[in-house]
């Protein structure tokens, strides 16, 4: 399994999904695997569960999947309620089951984990959004990487073994400038890279976002790829969802 395509917080946005998948085979992946909030926001709730089911890969419940499956939206604001009170309504029992037994963490490989949040307290879902606040979640990671989402930000945090916990920025350059950037890893240092986000990302630049890790090279590709937002947007409004989670999708973020 040389190339592994990481995905995550997919929010029901299918031509986004579509377009990943498309950016996925160019890249010459030979495995998928999924992060969590398949579901939650966008307009194809069921299309989009099936498509990941369908690739019979690894995937993390994400906190939209936790709460459609358990109906209990009261941690939620109003917008992500409706959103996820509209989603549950489209989903069958067999769906929503699928979505119950999904695990919060996953040891893909010896190499690397899977998280939605962090792995401290999967199922907290605490947002990392910077160095200090993954350090309780390096002290759980017995993997060199670990993959999360959730923020939607792609972000790359470093842990040395000394236990220096820093943050990587050099990367985001490329990233929105040529929409693609390579990190090449250290051995001996452990990181914790979160992918961003295939349906709703929320760091000022609307195009999808997904990484691909190579397992001979031992470097994470960043990826930004252009998809009909436009008609992810229609979809949203002509399915009654509330308007700002069309908008969001116009300005990423
Ligand atoms: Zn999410």
Known sequence: MPRIAVISDIHANLHALCSVMEDVQLMQCSQVVCLGDVVGYGAYPR???????????????????????????????????????WTREQLDQEQIDWLARLQYQRVVSSAFTIVHSSLDFPKAWNYIFNANDAKAHFMRQFSPLCFHGHTHD?????????????????????????????????????????????????????????????????????????????????????VGLPEYLAERLGKGC
């Not at 419940?61 to 009170?85: C, I, P, Q, S, T």
Request: proline share 3%; hydrophobic share 35%.
């Open 47 to 85: 299309e989009c569960l099936d498509y990941i089911r369908s690739l019979n890969c690894h995937v993390v419940k994400g906190n939209h999947d936790d709460e459609v499956a358990r109906e209990d939206f009261y941690r939620m604001n109003a917008v992500a309620r409706a959103a996820l009170k």
């Open 154 to 238: 792609p972000k790359v945090f470093v842990c040395s073994p000394e236990y220096q916990v820093s943050e990587e920025p050099d990367f985001l350059e490329d990233l929105y400038e040529e929409g693609s950037s390579v990190l090449a890893l250290e051995d001996g240092n452990k990181y914790f890279i979160n992918v961003g986000s295939v349906g709703q990302p929320r760091d000022h630049d609307k195009r999808a976002c997904y990484a691909v890790y190579d397992t001979d090279t031992r470097t994470v590709t960043f990826r930004r790829v252009a998809y009909d937002v436009e008609a992810a947007q229609q979809a949203i409004l002509a």
